[in-house]
């Protein structure tokens, strides 16, 4: 059974930092890895997906990097800003599911 | 793409009443899926649907709750006897066969009292 780990639960810096978010996933047997975003009390919006044959992707200031041997992913966010301030899901994809991690809350301070 | 729509987007109920929620998906996408999200957790898996089939139910999946695809379109989820315990956020999503990215609705907020 996939288990997906996020860390840190919860990140607080000062605007124009940049910053790394953790996901681990204990079934390398992925079909993909996408990262979502969700905003309180809102559904998630797609921010990346990172196929098994990549390493990466990148979307403006965002970039996402999968290594499946170590089942491991990062998020990098670039000088951070207020309005990033958010919760940022993991989700390990396979077939016919979608299995997510806890979640990372992040604040961003002007 | 006018993206996955949920309805109602809040529902407030009585414990024991049934409910029932409805989730359109993106034109043309074969896969559905439903999740619940209880406050600072992550979703959590629920059921899976291809075309009108189901595919796939959770363990979470109690005998109160039902989900239907009919016509391989819209997809409803209904609680019955809901308990207070339910209170969640219902999350529906969809994605082609053909194409990875899966998308999500804003959810419905259900609060039984």
């Known amino acids: 059974k996939q288990e997906v780990t996020q860390i840190p639960a919860a990140l607080s810096v000062p605007e124009g930092e940049n910053l790394v978010l953790n996901c681990s996933f204990t079934?390398?047997?992925?079909?993909?890895l996408q990262w979502f975003r969700q905003d309180p009390g809102k559904g998630l919006t797609s921010l990346l997906l990172i196929q098994s044959s990549q390493r990466e992707q990148t979307s403006g200031r965002l970039n996402a990097s999968l290594d499946k041997s170590s089942g491991r992913s990062t998020l990098y966010i670039a000088a951070s800003q207020p309005g990033d301030s958010a919760t940022y899901l993991c989700?390990?994809?396979?077939?016919?599911?979608?299995?997510f991690g806890g979640g990372t809350r992040l604040m961003v301070k002007p | 793409d006018t993206g996955v729509s949920q309805n109602p987007r809040h529902k407030i109920t009585k414990r024991g009443q049934n409910v029932t929620f409805r989730c359109d998906p993106i034109s043309e996408h074969n896969r559905l899926y439903w999740y619940r999200q209880t406050l600072g957790q992550g979703p959590e898996f629920l059921t899976y649907f291809q075309n009108e089939a189901q595919l796939e139910k959770s363990r979470l999946l109690s005998d109160r709750f039902s989900a239907e695809r009919p016509k391989g379109s819209f997809s409803t989820l209904e609680i019955q006897r809901t308990e207070q315990g339910d209170s969640a956020m219902y999350l529906c999503?969809?994605?082609?066969?053909?194409?990875?990215?899966?998308?999500f609705g804003q959810g419905t907020r259900l609060t039984v009292v």
């Open positions: 079934d390398s047997a992925i079909y993909n």
């Open positions: 999503a969809s994605r082609r066969n053909s194409a990875p990215e899966a998308f």
């Open positions: 989700a390990a994809v396979s077939d016919n599911m979608l299995t």
